[in-house]
Nanobody, 122 residues
């Protein structure tokens, strides 16, 4: 069973930066062939994709975060990171890590972490 554990959430001021980490276990030697993504869900809103990378290195992200959010993966450590820069108050949400076999990022599928709260406030 794949398990994902996020860390690094917390309070950040508007315009500030935060880095989330997601460590996977239970993947055996197959972590590198999982497609990995980050999602967020604010209260009263649907969960949305904010960054994703396929096992082949193809990246997708919405225009709202392009140039500010950077996803990277370290397959040797079974870990993916989300560097979030110049954060906005409306980006406060619970951020979730996702591991999956497909790349239909709009579909909620695969394995999920427990979520990490990010608060953007002065």
């Amino acid at each position: 069973q794949v398990q994902l554990v996020e860390s690094g959430g917390g309070l950040v001021q508007p315009g500030g930066s935060l880095r989330l980490s997601c460590e996977a276990s239970g993947t055996g030697n197959l972590f590198s062939i999982y497609n990995m993504g980050w999602y967020r869900q604010a209260p009263g809103k649907q969960r949305e994709s904010v960054a994703a990378v396929s096992s082949g290195g193809s990246r997708v992200s919405p225009d709202s975060v392009k140039g500010r959010f950077i996803l990277s993966r370290d397959d040797a450590k079974n870990t993916v990171y989300l560097q979030m820069n110049n954060q906005k108050p409306e980006e406060a949400a619970v951020y979730y890590c996702n591991a999956r076999w497909d790349v239909e990022w709009r579909r909620k599928a695969g394995y999920w972490g427990q979520g990490s709260q990010v608060t953007v406030s002065a």
